[in-house]
């Protein structure tokens, strides 16, 4: 992080004042636990609302976006600090190229990501997407192959476009509850969590509508059709994964290139060698010999 | 009478015209007496130098198929007709060199007329037959001589019986009918009898009186019987019948047989009998010659032929009750044949003993081998000095073909095989020969023309690349070829050193220069000790397109990656048999991967959603430049017992193959890659053995396990996918992996002379494939494992299968060189 500038995190004053209070309570909260930086990857298929999550989080417009095309070419990491406290969020771009998780885009996020700490994952998808493919599972394969298992201990599922009104006959509650879990069993195969491990990896999930036109409560807090407050929901639910007691996950050269299976196994080859040796060549030898002694011979031999 | 007597050993043909006309010049001098009890000489084919004046036909054959015939040697290639064989060989030059096994005659020099009918002979064997029968044929005989009415009628009433001494010696006769009268029986013996191969007189042939008192004389001292005449009888068309009747010789009924080996031996000679012996003087003859005899059964060897056949043979006595000339007859033929069948081709029944006692005794010249000598032969054919060590010859030759041993046809061949594998001559003739101071012995000869020591070759081709506008300019002219050179047999020990350097263009030979260098030292434990150790050195280059660098099914082209290895590699071959080998050495080698400008590609590339292509796919070398270096231990066995059985391959075959890293070079490479082959080809039904019979069905079970422990750089991982791997497939297409196993499974049914089969094929890379550096299986979106089945037609070399692989359910049909397994 050294070079990066770490700029003072004023956009938290343009939020309504009920969530600035809310929000420099967390920190707070997250100060007394002795926790001075806080770093949240942000994953996910593209055009999900990645960027714009981010830019509403941190109430400023820091990344660009635009609504038909990718404007994240490569992973963008934005710092605040506030009496402090840093806030790291890094954008990424989107995982999917071509109907294919695109192995290029997550080897440039890999390498944004060396050396670094991560937090929280922020796992995004949109709420008004009805089915669950193949495609999310790899993505969470790609993600787990990449950073390891235990990346879910400290992820969250987020689900962007909030505000819709759910297809007929059912409800809010119905739908949302409905959609996440299809998310989250998709998550948890890709992640494969087998399903004693569901309790150990808790992953919640959170709302959330970036729009212009989220309906506000009467403090001027942008609310869910549910009503609740996004903003302070969505930073209180991280903060509890932040401080949910796992390790975090430092990504570094051997966690991106995985085990280097070019050196398991190399101490035993004096030892394959000689079973080689004494079990597989000796007795090949023994066949042979009992090859030509059985040979038939010719009548006049 | 040794001189006639050296021929009795000669290969004899046991039917036949051959025999039967032999026979015919046989003179007084075969039937010798061993013992007051009279000895037999059946039907000895032995021909005495003098014969040549009592040919029967001395006029009608060419004059060096005469010669052939009568010289002591022509025996031979009687023989070697039926024992010839030809072996073509490719050799340097292109063309095919013929090698053929003579028979004693051909090569033994019975003059030189002889010698050439024995080449002609040898050069064209149905042209052979074809000659033999014209020489044999009676029939062919007459009718050469009907259109010139050769033959003068009786001029004497019809149906008159004439003594045979009345006929006119100025006359030729025309015998129309032959007829055997046993006088014992009363009756007329019938064609098939084996009398009639006795005498060389046919019903058809023109003879004049000499030659039927010959021929008389001939019948009556061959042993066969008490008496014999010669009666004509006049027949109204001028031509003369003949009668022969006779009494056939026999003796005493015998409950024993023995078989002796009397080859070696001198032929004892029977000591004249005076005819004013007293009668005590005659008794004291009879029992020396007695004395005699048990002296020379005693001394004599045991002979090869087997219980079994021998008890036949006492069976054959104990159904007769009396011996006859007739049964020594059939005894001779069924002792014959079993050496012939068991390609003791220079064996011959000489004589019978001890008749008139309870006891056959069959004496048998086998055809020891007194000598072995090994000649060499210039382009011209003389004898001169060889490069090639005799040792090195030596040891090629069975132990069968050894001083001492008793010669066989089929270790003639086997030498000839062994010694044509050296690759060292051009011609190779095995023969027997007679050997004239050891009665009874047989030389055997190998004749050896040998190749040219050094050679050098240089091809070119002019390659005409299309210039501006498609027209070839003069710059666009390559000269492109190989230059080559041999030195063979350094030494005369079959050391050989060989280069060749391949270029498409002379000018610039940087872009694909191919060189070879090779030293071969056979023999390294020296050539009397019988382990068989190669040593090879060799320096070497290759280009091979990585299967590693390909596309799964649905992606577009991978841009291609070229390996090229050059180094060097010394090793040392063990042959335990002639399929069972076991190779260990040492390779040093420098890999540089390429992409398809030949330029040096440290990463394969890969095709971008968008088209474009970006080269940082999964690294091809181990240290990630492009250019590896590395030393490993090279270690192969291979058990192979397969064999074809009337033409179906059977048996079992495993190869195990070990690199072994020694941490030596870029990056320090330790690594052990191992390879197990296991091939079974399970015969699934009892079939004879022999030619023309058809093949079995065959199971063919074939598992292949690789893997690698330690450093793997991509080019060395194993791939899935190809002929060679999983049918149906494209080579690599499932896969790129650490760790391997393929199984397949093939049944083969026979059809005519070809098989067609069924196949099903699977290949898995275990979970491996994330285990090598940069996963090349996912990132070209290859499945990691597949299976396959088909059906197939084996057309020549050609395989035509069409296979279906299950990944994506679709069929193809494949031609491919080769086999599979």
Redesign the interface.
């Known amino acids: 992080m050294a070079g990066q500038l770490v700029r003072e995190w004023t956009a938290i004053q343009q939020f309504p004042a009920a969530t600035q209070e809310k929000l420099v309570d967390l920190l707070g909260k997250l100060k007394n636990q002795d926790v001075n930086t806080l770093t949240i990857l942000v994953m996910g298929k593209g055009g999900v609302g990645k960027s714009s999550t981010v830019n509403s989080i941190i109430g400023e417009r820091v990344v660009t976006v635009s609504a038909f095309q990718s404007e994240t070419p490569r992973p963008v990491m934005v710092s605040r600090s506030r009496s402090g406290f840093t806030l790291n969020i890094i954008d990424t771009p989107g995982l999917v190229e071509g109907g294919y998780v695109s192995d290029q885009v997550l080897d440039t996020i890999k390498r944004f990501l060396l050396n670094k700490t991560i937090d929280v994952l922020l796992y995004v998808d949109r709420l008004d997407a009805y089915r669950v493919d193949n495609l999310d599972k790899q993505i969470v394969k790609a993600i787990t192959d990449s950073f390891g298992r235990d990346i879910w201990h400290k992820a969250m599922v987020v689900l962007t476009h909030a505000q819709l009104s759910p297809p007929d006959a059912l409800s809010y509650e119905e739908f949302f509850s409905k959609r996440s879990e299809s998310l989250l069993k998709c998550v948890r195969q890709g992640a494969k969590i087998s399903k004693k491990d569901v309790k150990n990896f808790g992953i919640p999930v959170a709302l959330v509508e970036n729009s212009g036109r989220c309906n506000k409560n009467e403090n001027d807090e942008k609310i869910l059709p549910t009503g609740t407050p996004w903003i302070p929901n969505l930073v209180h639910i991280i903060t509890d994964v932040s401080l949910n007691g796992k390790a975090s996950i430092l990504v570094d050269q051997k966690l991106i290139e995985g085990p280097n299976a070019n050196d398991r196994g190399k101490v035993f080859i004096p030892l394959i060698l000689a079973f080689q040796y004494f079990f597989v060549i000796k007795p090949i030898q023994k066949w042979i010999k009992d090859d030509v002694a059985r040979e038939s011979k010719p009548s006049w031999d | 009478m040794s001189s006639s007597a050296a021929p009795a050993h000669l290969l004899p043909l046991t039917s036949s015209t051959a025999s039967r006309r032999r026979n015919s010049s046989a003179t007084a001098s075969v039937s010798r007496l061993h013992s007051p009890n009279s000895i037999v000489q059946p039907n000895l084919p032995s021909v005495a130098v003098s014969a040549s004046l009592q040919n029967p036909k001395p006029s009608k054959s060419p004059p060096f198929l005469l010669n052939y015939l009568i010289s002591p040697k022509s025996l031979g290639p009687c023989a070697a007709s039926c024992i010839l064989f030809h072996l073509a060989k490719p050799v340097f030059s292109g063309s095919g060199t013929i090698f053929n096994l003579g028979g004693g005659g051909g090569g033994g020099g019975g003059g030189g007329a002889g010698g050439g009918g024995g080449g002609g002979g040898g050069s064209d064997g149905g042209q052979g037959g074809g000659f033999w029968s014209r020489i044999f044929s009676p029939a062919a005989i007459a009718k050469d001589d009907e259109p010139q009415q050769e033959w003068d009628t009786h001029g004497l009433p019809a149906n008159i019986v004439v003594q045979l001494n009345k006929l006119s010696g100025f006359k030729k006769y025309k015998v129309s009918e032959i007829l055997f009268l046993d006088r014992r029986r009363g009756s007329t013996v019938g064609t098939e009898d084996s009398f009639f191969e006795m005498v060389s007189l046919r019903p058809g042939g023109i003879y004049n009186k000499a030659q039927l008192q010959k021929e008389l004389e001939t019948l009556a001292t061959c042993g066969m019987f008490e008496k014999v005449d010669l009666e004509t009888k006049t027949n109204p068309d001028g031509t003369i019948s003949i009668t022969i009747p006779f009494l056939e010789s026999t003796w005493q009924s015998a409950d024993r047989f023995r078989c002796i080996n009397v080859g070696l031996m001198p032929q004892s000679k029977p000591i004249e009998m005076d005819p004013d012996m007293t009668e005590k003087e005659r008794l004291e003859y009879y029992r020396s010659q007695e004395k005699d005899y048990r002296r020379r059964i005693e001394r004599s060897r045991p002979c090869l032929l087997p219980i079994a056949v021998q008890r036949e043979i006492l069976q054959m006595l104990r159904q007769q009750g009396k011996v006859s000339a007739r049964l020594l007859q059939r005894i001779r033929d069924r002792v014959q044949q079993w050496y012939h069948e068991?390609?003791?081709a220079c064996a011959q029944v000489v004589n019978f003993g001890n008749l008139n006692t309870k006891e056959v005794v069959c004496e048998v010249v086998e055809g020891d081998i007194t000598q072995l000598v090994i000649q060499f032969q210039d382009k011209l054919g003389n004898t001169c000095e060889g490069n090639t060590q005799f040792p090195v010859i030596k040891r090629e030759l069975?132990?069968?073909l050894r001083q001492g041993q008793v010669f066989?046809i089929?270790?003639g061949k086997?030498a000839l095989r062994n010694i044509n594998s050296l690759a060292l001559f051009s011609n190779i003739e095995v023969n027997p020969r007679p050997d004239e101071k050891n009665e009874g012995g047989i030389i055997v000869e190998v004749k050896l023309k040998e190749l040219e020591q050094k050679s050098a070759e240089v091809s070119t081709e002019w390659s005409i690349v299309p210039g501006r506008g498609g027209r070839p300019t003069l710059a666009s002219i390559q000269p492109g070829g190989t230059v080559s050179f041999e030195h063979r047999n350094i030494k005369g020990l079959n050391r050989s050193l060989l280069g060749s350097v391949t270029t498409s263009n002379f000018l610039n030979p940087q872009d694909d220069l191919a060189f070879k260098l090779e030293y071969v030292h056979p023999y390294l434990d020296g050539v009397y000790n019988p382990r068989n150790r190669t040593f090879r050195a060799s320096c070497f280059n290759s280009r091979k397109l990585s299967p590693v660098f390909t596309g799964g099914p649905g992606i577009e082209e991978v841009p291609p990656i070229w390996v090229d290895r050059a180094g060097v590699k010394a090793n040392i071959t063990e042959n335990?048999?002639r399929q069972?080998k076991?190779t260990y050495g040492l390779v040093m080698e420098e890999i540089t991967t390429r992409d398809e400008s030949s330029h040096i590609a440290a990463n394969g590339q890969r095709v971008?959603?968008?088209g474009g292509v970006?080269a940082?796919g999964p690294p091809t070398t181990?240290s990630g430049t492009g250019v590896d270096r590395m030393a490993f231990l090279q270690?192969n066995?291979t058990?192979d017992?397969t064999k074809f059985l009337n033409g179906a391959i059977v048996g079992e075959r495993?190869v195990?193959q070990?690199d072994?890293g020694l941490g030596i070079g870029s990056k320090f490479p330790?690594?052990?890659r191992?390879q197990?082959t296991v091939t079974r080809f399970l015969q699934l039904k009892q079939v004879e053995e022999g030619a023309g019979k058809p093949p079995p069905p065959v199971l063919v079970l074939h598992g292949h396990y690789g893997g690698c422990?330690?450093?793997?750089p991509s080019y060395d991982a194993f791939t899935l996918g190809g002929p060679y791997s999983v049918r149906g497939y494209n080579m690599g297409e499932l896969g790129a992996a650490?760790n391997i196993l393929e199984l397949a499974a093939e049944l083969r049914i026979p059809i005519r002379n070809t098989h067609v089969y069924v196949f099903a094929e699977h290949g898995n890379d275990l979970g491996?494939s994330?285990?090598?550096?940069g996963n090349p299986t996912?990132?070209y979106?290859r499945v990691g494992h597949g299976s396959s089945y088909g059906v197939g037609a084996k057309l020549g070399l050609v395989r035509a299968e069409y296979a279906v692989d299950q990944n994506s359910g679709t069929g193809a049909v494949f031609f491919r060189f080769g086999e599979r397994f």
């Open positions: 068991n390609g003791y069975p132990k069968q066989n089929e270790a086997q335990f048999t069972s076991f971008l959603p968008s970006s940082d181990l270690a066995i058990r017992n495993n195990f070990l072994q330790f690594f052990n191992h197990l422990v330690g450093d793997l650490r491996s994330k285990d090598v550096k996912e990132v979106r």
